[in-house]
């Protein structure tokens, strides 16, 4: 079997023309590059945040510019700009690139070039670099996702917070190889605990006798798409539940999906080589995903 990814997206060839926002400049994307010295690429010292275009509008904006700033404080990092100007640079980018529509941005901010090739963030003197990465991007995901479970967990806040979306992804680097190796798409981490905490790159959900559970948010990435997911079955008197629960509880589940902000919902058919429910888009997933659509629309009509 093929191995899909949650990020899979329709070939599309205007991206190879797109234009780059590095630092203030908006480049070609054969001109954009960062140095070698950057601590980014030396350290994975920096922060990011995904976002979607939708009818001329990106989708969630101020929750996604709440995570930047406060991921950027929790790790004592000067953006450089406010953020009416990352706002700026992040819209001065898209109509570079003419864009209103199914589109994805990855905006990343570092603690910039180094004048030596060490941690000490001190070292660090030039400022932030800052890139936003725009491309045309329809997800192309041919079927339900499969998961194996992977002995690398979502780990305690004091070694590195899993909430924080920073560059140093090599923990859910390693799931995803782990998983691969055993014949699946993506990877389902478990928490310290030893309950079901989320994949990889998604934060994951199941649905069992028409209850909707998600883990209880203490060792997940802190996604704004299950956030969203979470407010909408509220609002629909859809019984939604943040709790710990095992594996036992996953194989034997109705339905499991997983949220982010580029599939938005992407249904699960297979963990463990155990199918789930009847291993296709399920009812609450499809319910979940109109509910979500329509939300789309009023936030970015």
Known sequence: ???????????????????????????????????????????GDGVWEGLRLYNGTWAFLDDHMDRLFEAAKAIDLDIGLDRAGVISALLDTQRANVMTTDAHARL???????????????????????????????????????????????????????????????????????????????????????????????NFFIVRKGAVWTSTGDYCM?????????????????????RNFSLVDTYGADEAFLTGTFGAQTPVGIIDGRQIGTGQLGPMTTRIRALYKDLIARECP
């Open 222 to 242: 802190n996604g704004i798409t299950r956030q969203k997911v979470i407010d909408l079955c509220r609002a629909s008197d859809i019984p939604i539940f943040e």
């Open 1 to 43: 079997m093929t191995h899909v990814t949650t990020h899979q997206a329709q070939e599309d060839a205007r991206n190879e023309a797109i234009q780059i926002y590095v630092n203030g400049r908006i480049v070609p994307k054969a001109e954009a590059t960062v140095s070698v010295y950057d601590s980014g690429f030396m350290l």
């Open 108 to 202: 990343m901010v570092t603690r910039g070039v180094k004048v030596r090739p060490f941690q000490h963030p001190n070292l660090s003197q030039s400022g932030p670099t800052m890139v936003i990465i725009i491309e045309h991007s329809k997800p192309s995901i041919p079927r339900p996702i499969s998961l194996a479970t992977v002995p690398h967990l979502r780990g305690l806040p004091m070694t590195q917070d899993p909430k924080l979306n920073s560059h140093s992804k090599l923990n859910c680097i390693l799931a995803c190889i782990a998983a691969q190796k055993a014949g699946a798409d993506e990877a389902l981490m478990l928490d310290v605990h030893g309950f079901v905490n989320t994949t990889n790159a998604c």
